[in-house]
């Protein structure tokens, strides 16, 4: 999310947005009320393709992501131009307009661009609030030195949008996961019939992308090991995509070499044609019968292997949810299991999921949301008993 307030730099704010667009960023952009003096908003949305957010109170907008919803929502805030009075409010806590309100309401890292005339820069007021600001955890960049608007030579000159840019993908370095690698598989496998047909099930990879994702905000260093999909790879994730069950644990395994955390998100086919047809079966007879063998478990086969990594299934039923999720845990010895439950329109080829996470002491309910938010909620369960488990055991 990109926050806008009322200082003369806000036109480089087009620009940052821009960069911020060309490297993959969904951008939304929300401006203080006064930021529309700088700066107009069809700018910011023809470079965006969002409309602009800057009411607090607008119905429309909040039917359809409110406040705290948009809080959730951005991976990371990063406000440029940030005026001192932003500054000083955002010291205090005060919610009195939109972008004030989605810091207060966030978890998500913010960096702020400080932009000011050098001598409310210098005020002792500003050099207290940016203290708060960076116990409060807000991290800044700049101001810069250099000839301001107004005339005067000093601190205070918005650092320029690429330098912010590199800071705000610094932001996502600096994760709970930083320095880890994470093994994620997701979206389905096909299983060739014959030289035209396959077996495959009805995965569309995102909740396995959603927490590729997630896990790359966390700090990871993130393998993906996707079947077949219609979704673009996030950024940063190095990807590998294949086919059949076989390719994707022929993937898995020979990447797992200092993996530390694995989630099996895909729905490998459990069996796969014994004999597959050169040409296309024709249609003589009224029945067909086609033998099938079993595929490797590769979430069996990772938990059970030399270097094994945390290992966290996913456990797709109908019915018996808890029994069958927690059956699988033991069985797989798996450090965690997501009981996800499917058929019905849900779990398979939607927008949003629900997902009861299970260990072996305890359990937790996260609740009906977009997959990009349950992923990131998941993730950071993971992260929580990933830390604990490492921790006993390096004690
Ligand atoms: O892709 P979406 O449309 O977003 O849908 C998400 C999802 C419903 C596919 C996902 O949330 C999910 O539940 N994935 C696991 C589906 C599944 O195959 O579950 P299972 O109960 O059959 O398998 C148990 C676990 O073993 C899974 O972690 C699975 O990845 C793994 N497994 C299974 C068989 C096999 N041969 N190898 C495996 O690694």
Request: glycine content about 6%.
């Given at each position: 999310?990109?926050?806008?307030?009322?200082?003369?730099?806000?036109?480089?704010?087009?620009?940052?947005?821009?960069?911020?667009?060309?490297?993959?960023?969904?951008?939304?952009?929300?401006?203080?009320?006064?930021?529309?003096?700088?700066?107009?908003?069809?700018?910011?949305?023809?470079?965006?393709?969002?409309?602009v957010?800057?009411?607090?109170?607008?119905?429309?907008?909040?039917?359809?992501?409110?406040?705290?919803?948009?809080?959730?929502?951005?991976?990371?805030?990063?406000?440029?131009?940030?005026?001192?009075?932003?500054?000083?409010?955002?010291?205090?806590?005060?919610?009195?307009?939109?972008?004030?309100?989605i810091?207060?309401?966030?978890?998500?890292?913010?960096?702020?661009?400080?932009?000011?005339?050098?001598?409310?820069?210098?005020?002792?007021?500003?050099?207290?609030?940016?203290?708060?600001?960076?116990?409060?955890?807000?991290k800044?960049?700049?101001?810069?030195?250099?000839?301001?608007?107004?005339?005067?030579?000093?601190?205070?000159?918005?650092?320029?949008?690429?330098?912010?840019?590199?800071?705000?993908?610094?932001?996502?370095?600096?994760?709970?996961?930083?320095?880890?690698?994470?093994?994620?598989t997701?979206?389905?496998?096909?299983?060739?019939?014959?030289?035209?047909?396959?077996?495959?099930?009805?995965?569309?990879?995102?909740?396995?992308?959603?927490?590729?994702?997630?896990?790359r905000?966390?700090?990871?260093?993130?393998?993906?090991?996707?079947?077949?999909?219609?979704?673009?790879?996030?950024?940063?994730?190095?990807?590998?995509?294949?086919?059949?069950?076989?390719?994707?644990?022929?993937a898995?395994?020979?990447?797992?070499?200092g993996?530390?955390?694995?989630?099996?998100?895909?729905?490998?086919?459990?069996y796969?044609?014994e004999?597959?047809?050169?040409?296309?079966?024709?249609?003589?007879?009224?029945?067909?019968?086609?033998?099938?063998?079993?595929?490797?478990?590769?979430?069996?086969?990772v938990?059970?292997?030399?270097?094994?990594?945390?290992?966290?299934?996913?456990?797709?039923e109908?019915?018996?949810?808890e029994?069958?999720?927690?059956?699988?845990?033991?069985?797989?010895?798996?450090?965690?299991?997501?009981?996800?439950?499917?058929?019905?329109?849900?779990?398979?080829?939607?927008?949003?999921?629900?997902?009861?996470?299970?260990?072996?002491?305890?359990?937790?309910?996260?609740?009906?949301?977009?997959?990009?938010?349950?992923?990131?909620?998941l993730?950071?369960?993971?992260?929580e008993?990933?830390?604990?488990?490492?921790?006993?055991q390096s004690?």
């Open positions: 999310m990109l926050g806008i307030t009322a200082g003369v730099a806000a036109y480089k704010a087009a620009e940052l947005a821009r960069l911020l667009v060309k490297q993959g960023a969904l951008v939304q952009v929300v401006m203080t009320p006064s930021a529309h003096e700088f700066i107009g908003a069809m700018t910011l949305q023809a470079i965006t393709g969002r409309p957010r800057d009411q607090l109170f607008d119905a429309d907008a909040e039917a359809a992501m409110g406040h705290i919803e948009l809080a959730r929502w951005a991976d990371a805030i990063v406000i440029a131009p940030a005026t001192a009075d932003f500054m000083a409010k955002l010291a205090m806590g005060a919610a009195d307009n939109l972008l004030l309100t810091c207060l309401a966030t978890q998500a890292p913010v960096l702020i661009a400080p932009a000011m005339n050098e001598k409310m820069w210098a005020h002792p007021a500003t050099q207290e609030n940016q203290t708060k600001l960076t116990a409060q955890g807000v800044l960049i700049g101001p810069a030195v250099g000839e301001q608007a107004c005339g005067d030579v000093g601190p205070g000159r918005m650092v320029e949008p690429a330098e912010i840019l590199a800071a705000a993908a610094e932001l996502f370095e600096l994760g709970p996961l930083s320095g880890k690698r994470v093994m994620i997701a979206g389905p496998t096909r299983e060739p019939i014959d030289a035209v047909r396959y077996l495959s099930n009805r995965s569309s990879g995102k909740m396995g992308y959603a927490l590729a994702n997630a896990a905000l966390a700090g990871a260093e993130v393998l993906l090991i996707s079947g077949p999909v219609s979704l673009d790879a996030p950024k940063g994730c190095a990807l590998t995509e294949v086919t059949s069950a076989d390719e994707m644990y022929g898995v395994m020979n990447q797992l070499d993996v530390d955390i694995f989630i099996a998100a895909a729905a490998v086919a459990d796969r044609a004999y597959v047809a050169e040409k296309k079966i024709k249609k003589t007879e009224d029945t067909l019968t086609v033998n099938l063998v079993k595929n490797p478990d590769i979430l069996r086969e938990a059970a292997s030399a270097q094994r990594p945390f290992c966290v299934g996913f456990a797709a109908t019915n018996d949810l029994q069958y999720a927690t059956d699988k845990l033991n069985d797989k010895q798996l450090d965690m299991i997501a009981a996800n439950w499917v058929g019905d329109q849900q779990g398979f080829d939607t927008e949003d999921n629900a997902l009861l996470v299970i260990w072996s002491e305890g359990q937790t309910q996260l609740p009906q949301q977009p997959k990009r938010e349950l992923a990131k909620q993730m950071t369960l993971i992260e008993h990933y830390h604990a488990k490492t921790t006993t004690s």
